[in-house]
C-alpha cells in the first residue's frame, strides 16, 4: 500500500501504517528483525543515521523503525508483511 506521509520528525512507526492497524513490531523497533521494512518510493529520509534522498523510480528499501522523513512530504510503499492488522481471530477453544 502507498501512503504518502509528511514530516513530524519521528520515527515512521509514529504513525500507524493504515487506519486501525499496528506496525510489525518483532524486535520492539530496535532495527535487528526487519518486520517494520517498508519501501522509501520518494523524499529525504534519516535511515538509520544516515540521509537518504530518493527519486521516483529508484526506491530504497529500509526499517520504517530507524528511518525518519527530513523533507516536507515522502511517499512510502508499506507490504502486508509489515503491518499486523486488526480483525484477526483468536482461538479460545483447545
Ligand atoms: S521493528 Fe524490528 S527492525 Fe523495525
Redesign the pocket.
Known amino acids: 500500500m502507498r501512503k504518502q506521509i509528511s514530516k513530524t520528525n519521528q520515527p515512521l512507526?509514529a504513525e500507524p501504517p493504515r487506519d486501525h492497524d499496528c506496525?510489525?513490531?518483532?524486535?520492539?523497533?530496535?532495527?535487528?528483525?526487519?518486520?517494520?521494512?517498508v519501501t522509501l518510493l520518494q523524499g529525504t529520509f534519516n535511515v538509520a543515521g544516515k540521509t537518504v534522498d530518493v527519486r521516483l523510480g529508484m526506491p530504497v528499501q529500509a526499517?520504517?523503525?530507524?528511518t525518519t522523513l527530513l523533507s516536507a512530504t515522502g511517499l512510502i510503499d508499506i507490504p502486508d508483511s509489515a503491518v499486523l492488522a486488526q480483525g484477526g481471530n483468536i482461538a479460545n477453544e483447545w
Open positions: 512507526i506496525w510489525n513490531l518483532r524486535c520492539g523497533g530496535r532495527g535487528i528483525c526487519s518486520s517494520c521494512r526499517n520504517a523503525c530507524q
